[in-house]
């Protein structure tokens, strides 16, 4: 009971740390940046907002404190040395990183590199010389890359349910730069937790109980327990950043999950080694950095080497995405589909799906080819006010003025607001008629 107790009243001053500390804050702070770029991109290609940023902030946060509350559970018995320093040396790599790409906001990045350098340190002096260098080479020193790495694998163990679960619920259509300058359609997919944590860690790593924890931790010097626990808060933040011209979010979301649940299963195990075997830190470091790396170059080659999805064909308009709260999402149109017939018509262009819209104004029936290629039959009734479109996002043509800039964006282009879609030059659009 003493020991309940006791772990109870640590939770509670943990949390209130947790609450003061401003990682947590700036890992919400730049969520809620990214997710108000991409309405703005939204609103610049489709003049429509197809995502209220402040529920998808919500909906994350919640995601992120559900995930945050199971790995502190996991976290009482790693006997993982989670030390304040650690904290900032993880939170100050990864700001660091994120200026060049904000992918690299992922502690992946910040704690593979922290695991090459300390190992780099091994072979200098730099951790013994007075002076704030020396001062900063030896706390580099002292981090436990091999537990922090542990901390990484079953971070993105829950990244792979977070993204199987909300991955393709948040993604965004985009109008994307194809092959000799045609465009295409595409899709964003972008997830971003902040998960607050707590960590029970040795009284030497800060000033807690003397009491004696009545189970052994997975990892880590017993030893360093007999003196006592205390818990500190610790946030973390997850990203995702997938995109696609040739798969549907909801497979392509399958599909990033697979591949995280391998790099966190691979990452747990060289991580796991290292913890019993130290020579193993400085591989299980690479591995972080470049089976992370791998996995964006394995979808890179997919995306490149298979023809893209969302375009138009013989068989009528390619439907991009359907607006919320439209006829089209009431008729169970979904994204992918093909609008094939409209009101007994056969449609190719926008132009066309007007005219065959206004073949009977107060009502339309649409003959619509599935993912499978089967015909399905969609009726409603029209009404006035509705959308001239009934809802949906085609896939672009030659006449789309705006597309997304698919080059990587850096922590400035968010915080300045730069750019999120280029203008088509009309010497493009003329050469694809």
Not at 120 to 128: A, D, K, M, W
Not at 131 to 154: C, E, M, P
Not at 314 to 331: K, N, Q, W, Y
Not at 380 to 401: M, T
């Amino acid at each position: 009971m003493d020991i309940a107790l006791e772990l109870l009243r640590q939770a509670g001053s943990a949390a209130l740390g947790l609450l003061i500390s401003p990682f947590y804050y700036v890992a919400v702070l730049l969520i809620m940046l990214q997710y108000m770029r991409q309405t703005r991109l939204e609103r610049k290609l489709f003049h429509v907002k197809l995502h209220a940023w402040p529920r998808t902030l919500g909906r994350m946060m919640i995601a992120g404190l559900v995930v945050g509350v199971i790995m502190t559970c996991a976290g009482l018995f790693l006997g993982v040395s989670v030390t304040a320093e650690a904290v900032l040396w993880m939170w100050g790599t990864a700001a660091v990183l994120a200026v060049i790409r904000v992918r690299y906001l992922c502690f992946a990045y910040s704690v593979g590199l922290l695991g090459v350098l300390q190992w780099v340190l091994g072979f200098t002096s730099l951790p013994e010389r007075s002076g704030w260098l020396g001062q900063l080479a030896a706390s580099l020193s002292k981090l436990d890359i091999a537990g922090l790495l542990v901390l990484v694998a079953i971070m993105h163990l829950a990244e792979a349910l977070l993204v199987r679960w909300q991955g393709a619920r948040f993604s965004s259509p985009l109008f994307l730069e194809g092959k000799r300058g045609k465009l295409v359609g595409g899709f964003m997919l972008q997830g971003y937790w902040p998960v607050p944590m707590l960590m029970l860690v040795p009284t030497a790593a800060g000033h807690g109980s003397d009491l004696i924890l009545p189970w052994s931790t997975w990892f880590g010097d017993s030893s360093l327990w007999s003196s006592g626990f205390t818990m500190i808060g610790f946030p973390m933040m997850i990203g995702f950043t997938e995109m696609t011209r040739t798969m549907l979010p909801q497979a392509k979301a399958r599909s990033a999950s697979q591949a995280l649940l391998i790099y966190g299963l691979c990452l747990g195990a060289v991580a796991v080694g290292a913890a019993y075997w130290s020579p193993l830190t400085l591989a299980a470091a690479i591995c972080s950095l470049l089976l992370h790396e791998a996995i964006l170059l394995v979808s890179l080659f997919k995306e490149t080497t298979t023809s893209p999805y969302f375009v138009h064909d013989e068989r009528g308009l390619r439907v991009l995405a359907v607006i919320p709260g439209t006829p089209a999402e009431s008729m169970g149109i979904l994204s992918g589909e093909v609008l094939h017939k409209v009101n007994g018509r056969r449609i190719h262009s926008k132009e066309g799906l007007y005219d065959a819209l206004h073949l009977n104004p107060a009502f339309c029936k649409l003959e619509v080819l599935n993912h499978e290629g089967q015909i399905k039959f969609v009726q409603r009734a029209r009404y006035a006010g509705e959308h001239h479109q009934l809802g949906v996002i085609l896939a672009p043509d030659d006449k789309a003025d705006y597309y997304a800039a698919s080059s990587p964006v850096s922590l400035f282009d968010i915080i300045w607001r730069r750019r999120t879609a280029r203008r088509r030059e009309p010497s493009s659009r003329a050469l694809n008629k």
